[in-house]
């Protein structure tokens, strides 16, 4: 990750402290800064054909890390941050997962991949702490994007079912007074999805 003045082009920082890993690839995916002018990096290690995400944080001036934390069960693929508070969107694999708010379960029993959306509050000095997450559907989540008090996420849909014909239903949780039916998705296989969630984790439509 780096900083560049974009007056002169020129680095004002550059690093690659906590993006690296020793048994295998590793991917830095997406960057985002606080109000407070930190850095927030979001990213994968690679080993075999599994991925181990991360979140890292950096001063803004200096570019010193200033904390990391790993998540086995995440692979975090977009970031956006509003003031000091972070929306993640990537792919979830876990059975009766609890730290990040209720118990989570991806597809097939914990064995699949299931896309998720979360919120982090990124302002401490000892890393982030989870505030929310939600399960979109089997897939992965590719895009998060933040407008006024929204959220809008992109990603893909798979069919679990192993038959090409069959359609796979996902329902999101709706927002207070949203009908239940505007939030849910239908899939085959290797579909996109659109939704809107407010910034407590609930469905608009989908």
Not at 96 to 119: D, I, Q
Not at 141 to 161: A, H, I, M, Q, W
Not at 169 to 188: E, K, N, Q, R, Y
């Amino acid at each position: 990750v780096a900083k560049v003045d974009m007056s002169t082009g020129k680095a004002a920082w550059a690093t690659n402290t906590a993006l690296q890993s020793d048994a295998g690839r590793f991917y830095a995916r997406d960057v985002a800064t606080t109000a407070s002018g930190h850095v927030i990096v979001t990213g994968d290690a690679r080993t075999e054909r599994s991925y181990t995400g991360m979140m890292a944080k950096y001063d803004g001036t200096t570019g010193a890390d200033l904390w990391v934390e790993i998540f086995d069960e995440l692979s975090m693929k977009s970031i956006e941050i509003v003031d000091e508070i972070a929306y993640v969107s990537g792919t979830f694999k876990g059975a009766a997962v609890t730290k990040y708010g209720g118990s989570l379960t991806s597809c097939e029993s914990g064995k699949g991949n299931s896309a998720f959306a979360a919120s982090f509050d990124v302002s401490g000095a000892a890393g982030p702490v989870a505030k929310w997450m939600k399960l979109i559907g089997c897939g992965k989540g590719v895009v998060v994007k933040v407008l006024g008090d929204f959220l809008y996420l992109g990603g893909e849909l798979e069919d679990v079912s192993g038959v090409a014909s069959d359609v796979s239903l996902f329902t999101l949780t709706p927002a207070t007074g949203v009908v239940a039916a505007t939030c849910i998705l239908t899939s085959g296989d290797m579909e996109g999805y659109l939704a809107k969630l407010n910034k407590n984790g609930g469905c608009l439509w989908a």
